[in-house]
């Protein structure tokens, strides 16, 4: 068995008493000693903040990356405004799914695609596969590199307009 990878968080969930489980490869927490129920119920009130760094993350940069995600996503990557981001699907040859994921766009020629972290690895060798019939594109795998956090529950709107 490989060894568990393990997000740039690791040492702070263990120093909160998190219960590290096994999830996509990764050593991720499943629960806090506040418990699972507390922690829904406070997300669900308020908000709660979750460690996604385990999340692959695919930054797709050049002229040709808008072609080159308009081949290898279901969603409109063309109508994504800098700033936006969109929920898409990673289709297979014959139409299934591959992943879901998120794509966001930071500036004009740049991308950053969020995939499923159990996927990861065959969704790179999906894109590697497709990379070079669209000339100037560069795909960079920033898993290891970049934290991410989530903030989601009604009260997270409020909490980002604070910081």
Do not use: C
Not at 1 to 24: C, I, N, P, W
Not at 58 to 81: K, M, P, S, W
Not at 86 to 108: I, K, S
Request: hydrophobic fraction near 45%; glycine fraction near 10%; charged fraction near 20%.
């Amino acid at each position: 068995m490989s060894k568990l990878q393990r997000t740039f968080l690791y040492d702070r969930h263990v120093g909160l008493g998190a219960k590290m489980v096994e999830f996509g490869g990764w050593e991720m927490p499943v629960q806090y000693p506040t418990g699972i129920v507390a922690e829904h119920l406070a997300t669900r009130r308020t908000a709660g903040v979750f460690d996604v760094s385990h999340m692959g993350r695919f930054v797709i940069r050049g002229a040709g990356a808008v072609g080159f995600l308009q081949h290898v996503l279901t969603n409109n990557a063309e109508a994504l405004d800098v700033g936006m981001s969109q929920y898409t699907m990673v289709p297979n040859e014959a139409g299934g799914a591959v992943d879901d994921a998120y794509l966001y766009r930071f500036v004009e020629d740049e991308y950053l695609l969020v995939v499923n972290a159990s996927n990861r690895q065959g969704d790179w060798e999906h894109f590697q596969a497709h990379r070079a019939r669209f000339g100037d594109v560069e795909l960079l795998d920033r898993t290891g590199e970049i934290v991410m956090l989530s903030l989601q529950g009604p009260a997270s709107r409020d909490i980002l307009m604070q910081m």
